[in-house]
């Protein structure tokens, strides 16, 4: 099956602790994005990706990182610098040069919910 | 930052009838695009409308597009209880390639 997938599906994070997100994508899709939802805040973007070995800070980029070592795989790393960090993580993949027939379409894998203890 | 800004918040129809959302942007778009998410899960595309055009369907799903208002409409005809979910507009605007979402329209079909 073609698709993205996250793991896990929920995450407990203890204080001062940093915990990683994973994120695999195998639609062969150039850009990858990590976005936080908070209830009635809609997404917000943390970081993307364009290519392996680059990404970019989002709006929201303050207190985590992140790194793209493979084209299948951009991890999102939550350090304890973010002092509210429970949220719904949702990360998503996108072609970035786009061949006939495809669109701006974002995929989006199931989501990550970290709660802190 | 927000572009996008979808309304009603939250809207409560019986099955059968037709559901309409709205998004309202503010600056000049390349595209904007709908985006569904069952409670929980990750969002999925509807349709993506570009600039030029001022309307598109995909079977149930008819979208507009006003570029003199800065809105887009989505309509859900014939509603169905499997259609309760929040819809999301995203729109992407000047060199950026990267959608941003409004807050999104909770919707609530009762059987």
């Known amino acids: 099956d073609g698709g993205i997938t996250q793991s896990p599906k929920y995450l407990f994070r203890k204080e001062g602790q940093n915990v990683t997100l994973s994120c695999e994508q195998n639609l062969n899709h150039d850009a990858m994005y990590w976005y936080r939802q908070d209830p009635g805040q809609g997404l917000r973007l943390i970081y993307y990706?364009?290519?392996?070995?680059?990404?970019q800070k989002g709006d929201i980029a303050e207190g985590y990182s992140v790194s793209r070592e493979k084209k299948e795989s951009f991890p999102l790393t939550v350090t304890s610098a973010q002092k509210n960090p429970t949220a719904f993580y949702l990360c998503?993949?996108?072609?970035?040069?786009?061949?006939?027939?495809?669109?701006?379409?974002?995929?989006f894998g199931p989501g990550t919910r970290l709660l802190v203890l | 930052s927000q572009q996008g800004e979808e309304d009603p918040q939250a809207l409560s129809i019986q099955e059968g009838e037709n559901a309409t959302m709205n998004c309202s942007y503010k600056t000049s778009i390349n595209n904007l695009q709908w985006y569904r998410q069952n409670s929980g899960r990750g969002l999925v595309h509807l349709i993506l409308i570009r600039s030029n055009e001022r309307e598109k369907h995909s079977g149930r799903l008819r979208v507009t597009l006003d570029t003199s208002k800065k809105s887009s409409s989505l309509l859900i005809t014939a509603s169905r209880a499997a259609d309760t979910a929040s819809y999301f507009c995203a729109t992407e605007y000047g060199g950026s390639y990267i959608p941003t979402f409004g807050r999104g329209t909770s919707l609530i079909v009762h059987p």
């Open positions: 998503a993949s996108s072609c970035w040069v786009l061949g006939e027939g495809e669109q701006e379409t974002q995929y």
């Open positions: 990706s364009q290519i392996v070995n680059d990404f």
